[in-house]
């Protein structure tokens, strides 16, 4: 059996179920890799050995009953800990927290459960979500496993320090801002943000409704492929969940990419950092050599779609924690207090414009930006992997200049709600980053071709302490 931490999560399932291990083997790898993780990253909130060996053991006798059939039977996974779970009470990263057990599981968990999948932790996430670095002012900030000195992008900052660490080889995060892409780009691995609506949020902590999106990082592209297909579609819990068809992404990986159109934007482009500008030149130069096709495209105006995004971001996000700000601010981590309450001085004019706008604004895109390419491509970060001290701003004046700055690629893809891939970069020995595909509504199948064929070129890695 090859090294169970580069396993992906879909040969893991098949070697379950072929019985070449067992659930209980492969659950109490994970539990032993993810202390060792934890050790170095700081990625876990709960660890719930006993309870995971016990549902181990469980699915074990299912496959041996030959009664288990989900795609991801006796796997073991580990997710964010801002999701709903029966019995539990979820930590959200903060002191602050729901006063009594959920009720029920969040739709995104009660779907892994279905399909099979055991959940053995819960993980490290910014405060709230509401943080892009993986920085926690209550829990303590989380350490990336290539370099503990630099962050590990947030909010889910556990999960994607778990996946690059190969304690998992999958979990799930979600992404108002880029809290999946920017984990993962900064721990080397890969995510999919999908288009807004396609996962249920029911049972998911809410951060910014209008923006929240639920979604995998994983090493695999294909087991990102295979989680989503068990976790998309419509959801009675959740309004916004999508009822468009979900098809077979498993099935989809191998479908052809030669001749893809993927579009450059080199004016915004050069707003980053010129070692990141050489990163995603390396990458669509990996992409034309599996076939696509380069072309110009142009997002008409980046500064106003930011604009845009803070204009429906801050108001939502400070609308959630209203009552707690007035009741209980001291229990707030000195940042996302400053950042909710910003929030407040937004006039509901300006948020309510920025939301009608919303739609005109994504029909532009698609008319204009995508006229004559299938995909754009931009960086994750603006700057190369940073330190945890040079992002430790804390509430001082710099405070939204900075996280500006980190997700200064990112947010704006929510205000248009397109469907995402984050791709890490060729290392070559260095840190990593990452570049993020984007595509058109409900484009996934499409995103999710293209990484999969790109990781023929540049394969999945397990982190470990560089010598720098």
Not at 326 to 352: C, K
Not at 369 to 394: H, M, Q, S, Y
Request: aromatic share 4%; charged share 20%.
């Amino acid at each position: 059996m090859t090294d169970l931490a580069t396993l992906s999560a879909r040969a893991l399932a098949k070697a379950i179920r072929d019985k070449h291990l067992s659930s209980v083997e492969a659950t109490k790898a994970a539990i032993e890799r993810l202390r060792a993780c934890h050790e170095l990253t700081n990625c876990l909130i709960a660890l719930e050995a006993d309870e995971a060996l016990s549902a181990a053991k469980a699915a074990d006798a299912a496959i041996a009953s030959a009664r288990a059939t989900g795609p991801l039977a006796g796997v073991p996974l580990a997710h964010k800990d801002m999701f709903d779970r029966q019995g539990k009470i979820a930590s959200w990263g903060a002191k602050i927290r729901p006063d009594k057990p959920a009720a029920a599981d969040a739709t995104a968990i009660a779907r892994f459960k279905a399909a099979g999948a055991l959940q053995i932790a819960t993980l490290h996430l910014a405060e709230f979500a509401y943080g892009p670095t993986g920085h926690n002012y209550v829990l303590g900030h989380a350490r990336n496993p290539w370099d503990p000195t630099r962050i590990t992008g947030g909010s889910s900052a556990g999960t994607a320090a778990a996946v690059a660490y190969g304690a998992i080889p999958a979990g799930l995060g979600s992404d108002t801002g880029g809290s999946l892409r920017l984990p993962a780009a900064c721990c080397g691995v890969t995510s999919i943000k999908p288009t807004w609506g396609r996962i249920s949020r029911a049972g998911a902590m809410p951060l910014a409704p209008a923006l929240d999106t639920v979604g995998v990082i994983a090493r695999h592209v294909e087991d990102l492929a295979l989680t989503l297909g068990v976790l998309a579609g419509p959801d009675p819990r959740d309004p916004a969940a999508s009822s468009v068809p979900v098809p077979d992404y498993v099935a989809r990986l191998s479908d052809p990419v030669a001749g893809v159109r993927v579009g450059v934007d080199e004016t915004v482009i050069a707003e980053a950092h010129p070692q990141v500008q050489r990163m995603v030149f390396d990458v669509t130069d990996i992409l034309v050599k599996l076939g696509l096709t380069r072309a110009p495209c142009r997002f008409s105006d980046w500064q106003t779609l930011d604009h845009l995004v803070q204009l429906v971001q801050l108001p939502d996000a400070s609308s959630a924690h209203s009552v707690f700000l007035r009741t209980r601010p001291t229990d707030y981590g000195p940042q996302v207090r400053a950042r909710a309450e910003v929030g407040h001085f937004i006039s509901a004019v300006d948020h309510l414009t920025a939301l009608r706008a919303r739609g005109l604004i994504l029909k532009r895109t698609l008319e204009e930006t995508f006229r004559d390419v299938d995909i754009a491509v931009l960086p994750i970060l603006a700057d190369p992997l940073p330190t945890i001290a040079e992002l430790d701003v804390r509430d001082g004046p710099q405070v939204q200049a900075a996280m500006g700055r980190v997700v200064k690629y990112t947010r704006s893809i929510n205000y248009l709600g397109l469907p995402t891939l984050t791709l890490p970069i060729p290392r070559s020995g260095g840190l990593p980053n990452g570049v993020q595909l984007i595509g058109r509504p409900y484009a996934e199948a499409l995103l999710l071709a293209i990484g999969h064929a790109y990781q023929r070129e540049v394969p999945p890695e397990i982190a470990r302490p560089l010598k720098m």
